[in-house]
């Protein structure tokens, strides 16, 4: 059977989005630095004691999801970083750091490459946005979210001699489906 996507669009009146980010983010935002599903819920649950409006959209899977690559050259890449950066929220990937933005880059590029998609799908924002694998040097990055949105992740680092990048493009959205504007508004 096929898939399908509802996207909900909530306007917050008279409240500017660095705001609303700021709000979402801390609220869903665990002490594990991970976003859960519940936590993210009650955020915006939480955040609509204001006046909004609710709008739906349905699409198909027939959208297209963006891709891009990150060459790796290993032996340029010691203690190099890797940025993400959608809007104002960034994601730093540092090579020899420990933890979730940790990865290493091993003996060769193939290895380098592999333990970077790892380091990609492991993390807690990052693995949410993307498949990644690895083959010979090179990661191969998928967005799991099709259509436009991804298109603007622009992805960085302080070393152009350890990556070469080119970031995920080309995402479309689907032709398939509705737009219900304004099926809701008021006050909780």
Partial sequence: MPSSWLQIYIRVHDKPVSWLTEQIASKATGADGRLSARRVYQAIWDVLGGDVSVYLHTTDEAGVNPTGIIAVTQANAAGDTLTFTYKTRTVVLTEGATGTNGWSRGTDN???AANLAAAIRRHP????????TAATGTVTLTGKIHGRALNTVTITTNDVTAFAINAPAGG???????????IWSGRR
């Fill in 110 to 112: 193939t290895t380098a």
């Fill in 172 to 182: 479309a959205d689907a032709a398939a489906g509705f737009f219900m504007q304004h």
């Fill in 125 to 132: 924002i990052l693995g949410g946005l993307y498949n990644a």
